[in-house]
């Protein structure tokens, strides 16, 4: 996914942000009363983009980033998944 990602939407141009531990949200966090959601989809959105820090673990499978590239900024659209 994460090369289909580069290649297709950033045309083979890596980012030069990272991701730290301080950005993303908390264990608390939660989206439309899933706790997680959004520290997850936080980090999908990284891995998907190369700015995930090495420090940070993500352990979601292929199907789960597809969602989050498909629904882009609507997380709506990933609550629903994760409900399905």
């Not at 789960?64 to 609550?79: S, T």
Request: net charge positive; proline share 4%; with cysteine.
């Amino acid at each position: 996914m994460r090369r289909d990602y580069f290649l297709t939407i950033q045309n083979g141009v890596r980012s030069k942000k990272v991701l730290g531990r301080d950005q993303v949200p908390t264990f608390g966090d939660a989206l439309d009363g899933i706790s997680y959601l959004p520290r997850i989809i936080a980090k999908a959105q990284a891995k998907l983009r190369g700015e995930l820090d090495p420090d940070l673990m993500y352990g979601c499978g292929g199907d789960f980033l597809r969602h989050v590239w498909a629904a882009g900024e609507n997380h709506q659209k990933i609550v629903d998944f994760v409900r399905s």
